[in-house]
Nanobody, 115 residues
Framework: QVQLVESGGGLVQPGGSLRLSCAAT????????MAWYRQAPGKQRELVAA???????NYTGSVKGRFTISRDNDKNTLYLEMNNLKPEDTAVYYC?????????WGQGTQVTVSS
C-alpha cells in the first residue's frame, strides 16, 4: 500500500507561480510512473504531466513551457512547478502513482487562479 499526500495548492493571481508537492509513504519512484492530473468543475480529470520510472517526462500541450514536473528520490517526493498560471489552470490537482496492477491517488489540492 502507498499513500500520496499533496500540498502546495492555493489562490494565486494570473501570471503567478505555485509549487505542488506529493509525498509518498515509501520509495516507489524506481518502479512507478508518477503523474499529476487535474479536474476542473464540470470537466473530466486530465493528465497534466508524468515522469516514468526511467525518467521520461511528458506534458499536456496547454502546460508545456509553463509547468515542470520533477522528483526527489531521497525524499520520495514528486513536485509540480507551475509558472505563468492562467485562470484556466484552476482545478483540483491530484498526484498519481501507477504500475502494472497498482494505481494510487492522492486526496487532491485546490489551485485557484484569479484576480
Amino acid at each position: 500500500q502507498v499513500q500520496l499526500v499533496e500540498s502546495g495548492g492555493g489562490l494565486v493571481q494570473p501570471g503567478g507561480s505555485l509549487r505542488l508537492s506529493c509525498a509518498a509513504t515509501r520509495s516507489i519512484f524506481s518502479t512507478y510512473t508518477m503523474a499529476w492530473y487535474r479536474q476542473a468543475p464540470g470537466k473530466q480529470r486530465e493528465l497534466v504531466a508524468a515522469v516514468t520510472s526511467g525518467g521520461i517526462i511528458n506534458y499536456t500541450g496547454s502546460v508545456k513551457g509553463r509547468f515542470t514536473i520533477s522528483r526527489d528520490n531521497d525524499k520520495n517526493t514528486l513536485y509540480l512547478e507551475m509558472n505563468n498560471l492562467k485562470p484556466e489552470d484552476t482545478a483540483v490537482y491530484y498526484c498519481n502513482a501507477n504500475t502494472i496492477g497498482y494505481i494510487y491517488w492522492g486526496q487532491g489540492t485546490q489551485v485557484t487562479v484569479s484576480s
